[in-house]
């Protein structure tokens, strides 16, 4: 499978984005889907994640409040809905999937497929 990231771009302090990630096959059923992102200089770092198994949404402390994470399975597609972005969140956001029906957690180790990231810019 290839997961293909989009919806980034520059944005003021206080704007929104949605970000839009797209599976080439089988989708998001069954897996847990989430998001990572890296500012340059910085460790990748986890945003959110679903946990099918559980049906657990977990989000990192910095960004929960601001962002939802949301699936449309028909359509082998997921978002996340970023709200009152400032510019300490600029960085490039790549959506992730976990193994089959395994639970994830915020290590990137735990996911075993990467989008190619979409680049979020936000000025203040």
């Known amino acids: 499978v290839q997961l293909q990231a989009s919806g980034g771009g520059l944005v003021q302090a206080g704007g929104s984005l949605r970000l839009s990630c797209a599976a080439s096959?089988?989708?998001?059923?069954?897996?847990?889907v989430g998001w990572f992102r890296q500012a340059p200089g910085k460790e990748r770092e986890f945003v959110a994640v679903?946990?099918?198994?559980?049906?657990?949404?977990t989000y990192a402390d910095s960004m929960r409040g601001r962002v939802t994470i949301s699936r449309h399975n028909a359509e082998r597609t997921m978002y996340l809905q970023m709200n009152n972005l400032q510019p300490d969140d600029t960085a490039i956001y790549y959506c992730?999937?976990?193994?089959?029906?395994?639970?994830?957690?915020?290590?990137?180790?735990?996911?075993?497929?990467w989008g190619q990231g979409t680049l979020v810019t936000v000025s203040s």
């Open positions: 679903y946990n099918r198994r559980t049906g657990k949404t």
């Open positions: 096959e089988r989708g998001f059923s069954g897996y847990a």
């Open positions: 992730v999937r976990g193994a089959y029906l395994r639970v994830t957690g915020t290590s990137p180790a735990d996911y075993t497929t």
